[in-house]
Nanobody, 125 residues
Framework: QVQLVESGGGLVQAGGSLRLSCAASGRTSSSYGMGWFRQAPGKEREFVAIINRGGFTTWYDDSVKGRFTISRDNAKNTVYLQMNSLKLEDTAVYYC??????????????????WGQGTLVAASS
């Protein structure tokens, strides 16, 4: 079992930056790929970014490429999402995730083994 706790969400002006953190506990988080999904009001949950177990390979949704950066520190059991140039459409609840299956890097919510409770990111004009 892996427990995931997000922090760092909040209200920011469009064009600004935020950094989300996710602290993992329980089974060794370095055994899992980790990533971020988000869900905007009235929309389905969607993939944002994933990083592999070793932290050497990353995947991003096209909507955040060049603006968001995912990273991890396995010594601290923590994964980060640096979000720059935030847009109004980035407003959502952001969920930290962990997955051990090969299909986890597909970005499908069905491939996620563990979810955090979510943290709200709101960009304003």
């Amino acid at each position: 079992q892996v427990q995931l706790v997000e922090s760092g969400g909040g209200l920011v002006q469009a064009g600004g930056s935020l950094r989300l953190s996710c602290a993992a506990s329980g089974r060794t988080s370095s055994s899992y790929g980790m990533g971020w999904f988000r869900q905007a009001p009235g929309k389905e949950r969607e993939f944002v970014a994933i990083i592999n177990r070793g932290g050497f390979t990353t995947w991003y949704d096209d909507s955040v490429k060049g603006r968001f950066t995912i990273s991890r520190d396995n010594a601290k059991n923590t994964v980060y999402l640096q979000m720059n140039s935030l847009k109004l459409e980035d407003t959502a609840v952001y969920y930290c995730t962990a997955g051990a299956r090969p299909e986890y890097d597909s970005g499908s919510p069905l491939s996620v083994d563990y979810w955090g409770q979510g943290t709200l990111v709101a960009a304003s004009s």
